[in-house]
C-alpha cells in the first residue's frame, strides 16, 4: 500500500511561482515512478510529468520550460515547482505512484492550484 498526500496549492497571480509537495509513505518509495496529473473544470484528467526512480523526466509540452519535477527519496517526498503560472494552468493537482512488477497505481487526493488575478 502506498498513501499520498499533496500539499503547496493555493492561489497565486498569473506569472507567479507555487511549488507543490506529494509525501508517499507505505512503501520503498526509490522504487516508484511518480506522475503529476491535473484536472481543470469540465475538462479531463491529463499527465503533467512523470520521473522515474533514476530521476529522468517527461512533461507534457504546454509546462515545458515552466514546471519541474523532482524528487527526494531520503524524505519519501516528489516536488513540482511552477514558474510563470498561468490562468490554464487552473487545476486540481494529483500525485500518482506507479509500482512497477506490480503494475499497481496510487492517486493522491489532489490539491487546488488556483491562478487568478
Known amino acids: 500500500q502506498v498513501q499520498l498526500v499533496e500539499s503547496g496549492g493555493g492561489l497565486v497571480q498569473p506569472g507567479g511561482s507555487l511549488r507543490l509537495s506529494c509525501a508517499a509513505s507505505g512503501s520503498a518509495f526509490s522504487f516508484l515512478i511518480m506522475s503529476w496529473y491535473r484536472q481543470a473544470p469540465g475538462k479531463q484528467r491529463e499527465l503533467v510529468t512523470r520521473?522515474?526512480?533514476?530521476?529522468?523526466?517527461g512533461y507534457a509540452d504546454s509546462v515545458k520550460g515552466r514546471f519541474t519535477v523532482s524528487r527526494d527519496n531520503a524524505k519519501n517526498t516528489v516536488y513540482l515547482q511552477m514558474n510563470s503560472l498561468k490562468p490554464e494552468d487552473t487545476a486540481v493537482y494529483y500525485c500518482?505512484?506507479?509500482?512497477?512488477?506490480?503494475?499497481?497505481?496510487?492517486w493522491g487526493p489532489g490539491t487546488q492550484v488556483t491562478v487568478s488575478s
Open positions: 520521473i522515474t526512480q533514476d530521476g529522468g523526466t
Open positions: 500518482y505512484a506507479f509500482v512497477p512488477g506490480a503494475s499497481t497505481i496510487y
